[in-house]
């Protein structure tokens, strides 16, 4: 079964513009969480996306948003980048969500200029 | 006060050691998954748990519910098992969501 794969790998974006991310789940997940990493805050839970409805969601800036589609993919968007966004983003999918093993992509790694 | 805390942050181990790492937590948890991470950022899941102990390989993973303290065992440590550790929990309740350790970085000299 393939993993969680995530595109793009890598992101360089200047401040101010927007940028969306793309999450593939394992086949047959139907939950996709997704996280920032940074140095300074360390993992953080974005939110959580079950059968295309947002189901949780953390401590971030409405600039922050996402979405699933009917086969389970999701999407994240930020809006009007700001320096401190500059992170690794992951997204980790799961069978039903809540407190199940999460498998995690391999993250997109994005740098805001 | 972070409310899970992982000890100790940094590790160095000589090859072939006992290693332990510490994670407790102030939430009220439905379970605890400890994570390893590489350099370049990928994240393995090595064990989710609810209660008692896992097995896998030179890894074991321990929880105390009653206690709050979690840990992360590994036996006969090999140089490729330095990476970051990182405990996280799961919340619970309405808004359940993984809530992160700071993670320990662990380096296995050869």
């Known amino acids: 079964k393939a993993g969680v794969t995530q595109t793009p790998r890598y992101l360089i974006k200047t401040r101010g513009q927007q940028v969306t991310l793309s999450c593939s789940p394992i086949?047959?997940?139907?939950?996709v969480s997704w996280y920032q990493q940074t140095p300074g805050q360390g993992l953080q839970f974005l939110f959580e996306?079950?059968?295309?409805?947002?189901?949780n969601k953390g401590n971030f800036p409405g600039r922050f948003s996402g979405r699933q589609f009917s086969n389970s993919r999701s999407e994240m968007n930020v809006s009007t980048l700001e320096l401190g966004d500059s992170a690794l983003y992951l997204c980790?999918?799961?069978?039903?969500?809540?407190?199940?093993?999460?498998?995690f992509g391999p993250g997109t790694r994005l740098t805001v200029l | 006060k972070n409310e899970v805390e992982q000890s100790p942050q940094n590790l160095t181990a000589q090859e072939g050691e006992f290693i332990t790492i510490n994670c407790s937590y102030s939430?009220?948890?439905?379970?605890l998954h400890w994570l390893q991470q590489h350099p370049g950022g990928g994240i393995v899941s090595l064990f989710m748990?609810?209660?008692g102990k896992k097995k896998h390989g030179r890894l074991i993973a321990t929880i105390n519910i009653q206690e709050k303290h979690s840990s992360l065992h590994i036996t006969a440590s090999h140089p490729r098992d330095s990476a970051v550790y990182i405990c996280?929990?799961?919340?619970?309740?309405?808004?359940?969501?993984?809530?992160f350790g700071t993670g320990t970085l662990l380096a296995v000299q050869p």
């Open positions: 980790a999918s799961s069978l039903d969500g809540g407190s199940t093993e999460q498998f």
């Open positions: 086949s047959g997940h139907r939950s």
């Open positions: 996306y079950f059968s295309e409805t947002q189901r």
């Open positions: 939430v009220g948890i439905s379970a």
């Open positions: 748990l609810s209660s």
């Open positions: 996280a929990a799961w919340s619970g309740g309405a808004t359940n969501k993984l809530i």
